[in-house]
């Protein structure tokens, strides 16, 4: 079919706000690249908008350097990939039970979850609960509070209950399976799609999270690479608002920029580098959990 004016106005009109929402999202990300191989000074003059000019890596040597950054991201990494396979192992085990029609109960069971979705407990009811059962200052006190989230127990069990034939798994059963060996043999090895999705969204999570670090740990050597930025853009806003002439001052102020902006590159590459693998799998994933509740 030949296309109308009115259709190629449309299609220009699309192309022009897509172009338009790409360079809204792409600008921060080569902004802070761009400044994070600039001159600090540069930097902070507000002469760098695009394109880094006098480049330095000053904030990379600094960072790489650093004993404590390499140890909160070794920390970081540490958290994320245990805590994403306690996420999953969790999700499964809860979603597999409410997709069967065989399960009894598995509506009560369904609003019991989701009950949790809307009241808690609180800030100081869960920490005095962290704190008696020994958890303060430990990996744990990161992992077990957050072991399963109720939004992606319902994407997978629709997942479940929309992808996966209920005949395959009465087949399953007809040759002998348990309902263990169903899961393990005929659901998992088809459902790698949604799989794919929960270890993106638990494994950002883990990654960008460091309210609870902050909260329940005390020690450095255990603290993940978030703590530290967040204490590098403190100290750095902190700099600027007591700042003097003194040029060791500003010395030490142009290597927190540098810094600043070379710890955000660092501590996000994982995510950019893994995120368009799976983007496919999000978008599918979010589709399914909007298509039954």
């Not at 902004?31 to 480049?55: H, N, Q, R, T, Y």
């Not at 600043?260 to 979010?286: E, H």
Request: with cysteine; glycine share 6%.
């Amino acid at each position: 079919m030949r296309e109308t004016m009115g259709d190629r106005m449309v299609g220009v009109v699309i192309y022009v706000m897509l172009g338009f929402l790409l360079a809204l999202v792409l600008y921060p990300l080569i902004f802070v690249l761009s400044a994070s191989i600039s001159d600090p000074a540069a930097v902070m003059k507000g002469e760098v908008w695009l394109l880094p000019k006098d480049l330095s890596f000053m904030g990379y040597e600094k960072v790489l350097g650093n004993k404590e950054i390499l140890s909160g991201y070794g920390n970081t990494i540490l958290y994320t990939l245990i805590g994403t396979a306690v996420n999953l192992a969790m999700t499964i085990m809860a979603a597999y039970p409410l997709s069967r029609k065989d399960f009894v109960g598995r509506h009560v069971f369904t609003a019991m979850i989701v009950f949790t979705m809307f009241f808690s407990g609180g800030l100081i009811p869960t920490y005095l609960l962290i704190k008696q059962l020994g958890m303060i200052n430990s990996m744990w006190a990161l992992i077990i509070p957050g072991a399963v989230s109720v939004m992606n127990i319902i994407i997978m069990r629709t997942f479940f209950q929309t992808s996966i034939p209920n005949e395959v798994q009465e087949s399953a059963s007809i040759d002998g399976c348990s309902n263990v060996q169903t899961l393990w043999r005929i659901v998992l090895p088809l459902s790698m799609p949604i799989i794919a999705v929960m270890i993106l969204f638990y494994s950002v999570s883990h990654w960008n999270s460091y309210f609870n670090a902050l909260i329940y740990l005390t020690d450095r050597d255990k603290y993940p690479l978030q703590l530290f930025l967040r204490e590098i853009l403190i100290k750095s806003e902190t700099d600027q608002m007591t700042s003097s002439m003194d040029l060791s001052v500003q010395k030490h102020m142009m290597e927190a920029e540098a810094i600043k902006y070379a710890i955000v590159i660092v501590s996000n590459l994982p995510v950019l580098i893994l995120y368009p693998f799976l983007q496919k799998y999000f978008v599918k994933g979010m589709l399914i959990g909007a298509i039954k509740g």
